[in-house]
């Protein structure tokens, strides 16, 4: 793999280890700014709806330059947005920080998925774009727990400093390590947005939404389910987190393994296995063991579909595929953003805190129905195209035969 994907890794890790840390911080944000924690999380809420935002319209703004070009200017957004968290005198400045952050987030990955797919022979471009998601599933292992740990013992703002300076990092690596690649000659806006034309794009972002949305459904409401039903200490729950991101990892790298191969089988198996164990962690979740297996698992099976969808949406969109890649990216946010109201819906509705995992089940199998629907269009689709094929020298011989 080639170095360029080291540095677009950094850059996710940053990105992971800023979106997710502010959980494990909102106590202290809120005793410091004074606000209650339903308040705090509307840091949480505010980046959801940036990423979601910010994947079309930095992607469009970014149309008019080179790729490593926008990684570069994102990356810069990234760190302002963090210095403007850590030195916010009021909390209204630091939702603006976290505003300002996550509209680099959705272009990064987007953008970025199509520089590491580019970077690789076209048989391992699932495999690069993994490589490169791997920075976001690392910092759930490692930058999300001793971020929280820092934030803890040094204070929230030292933690997004720290933020701030790996944005630095990533900045310099894709300087230095990322290639030039030419703008795509001929292709405007309106290119990238006919791919919004093409049923399989929107099918895949659909499965994005749901598929990745099932796993948000559960992992939401997953700290009052383990001390609540599960029985683990509020302490534990750093650990099974940690489980969850190293599920998160296994599941990625084999994501990009086999959809090189195997993309739509794949899409079989991982949703379908994520529905049943989301909706066997209804039961799981009163065992401690096999709670935390079903933690590692529905890191795993769900992460196991990112690089899938993600190579999905860019060869359907092949031509002009950055801003359905980032507006994919913007979707896994959609899911999660959807799935918590869900969950918290179902909560609120007196159904107990494992009422989420039978959202998420549902969800996880509505995804899978979208797969095989779009497999199903995509056969009848190649299936005309042969009959075309095959009879248009029909008339021909016809009237060959006739003269």
């Known amino acids: 793999m080639p170095l360029a994907l080291l540095a677009l890794a950094i850059g996710a890790f940053g990105i992971g280890t800023t979106e997710f840390v502010i959980m494990g911080l909102l106590p202290e944000v809120a005793g410091d700014f004074q606000v209650s924690i339903p308040t705090a999380g509307f840091l949480v809420t505010g980046y959801a709806l940036g990423v979601v935002v910010g994947a079309p319209l930095m992607t469009l703004l970014g149309t008019r330059v080179t790729r490593k070009r926008m990684l570069m200017l994102l990356m810069g957004l990234f760190i302002v947005g963090n210095l403007v ?41 699932a495999g690069a774009i993994a490589m490169m998601f791997t920075g976001l599933t690392v910092a759930n292992v490692v930058g999300v727990p001793l971020g929280t740990y820092l934030g803890q013992t040094a204070g929230w703002r030292t933690t997004f400093l720290v933020v701030a300076a790996l944005g630095v990092v990533g900045l310099l690596g894709v300087a230095k390590l990322v290639p030039e690649q030419p703008k795509a000659e001929g292709v405007r806006i309106r290119h990238e947005l006919a791919a919004f034309r093409n049923v399989q794009v929107l099918l895949a972002m659909a499965m994005t939404v749901l598929g990745f949305g099932g796993v948000f459904a559960a992992i939401t409401y997953i700290t009052p389910m383990m001390t609540e039903i599960a029985g683990y200490s509020a302490s ?45 962690f209804t039961v799981t979740a009163h065992n401690k063991i096999a709670a935390a297996v079903s933690i590692v698992l529905i890191g795993a099976l769900g992460f196991a579909t990112v690089p899938p969808l993600q190579k999905r949406v860019l060869d359907q969109a092949a ?35 494992t009422a989420p995992n039978w959202v998420g089940a549902v969800l996880a199998a509505s995804a899978l129905v979208l797969a095989v629907l779009s497999s199903l269009l995509e056969r009848r689709e190649t299936d005309k195209g042969r009959i075309v094929a095959g009879s248009s020298p029909e008339p021909t011989a016809v009237a060959a035969a006739r003269h």
């Open 319 to 353: 031509g002009a595929p950055t801003l359905a890649s980032a507006v994919n990216i913007g979707a896994f946010n959609l899911g999660n953003a959807l799935s918590a109201w869900l969950g918290g819906l179902v909560i609120a509705a007196g159904l107990g805190y």
């Open 85 to 125: 968290s850590a030195l916010a005198p009021v909390f209204g400045v630091m939702l603006a920080g976290r505003v300002i952050a996550s509209l680099a987030h959705g272009a990064f990955f987007g953008i970025g998925s199509v520089v590491a797919a580019d970077l690789v022979a076209p048989q391992k471009k």
């Open 236 to 280: 534990s729950v750093t650990w099974l987190l940690v489980l969850f991101g190293l599920g998160m990892v296994g599941g990625n790298l084999i994501g990009g393994r086999f959809a090189d191969r195997r993309l739509m089988p794949l899409l079989y198996v991982s949703l379908g296995a994520l529905a049943l164990v989301l909706g066997l």
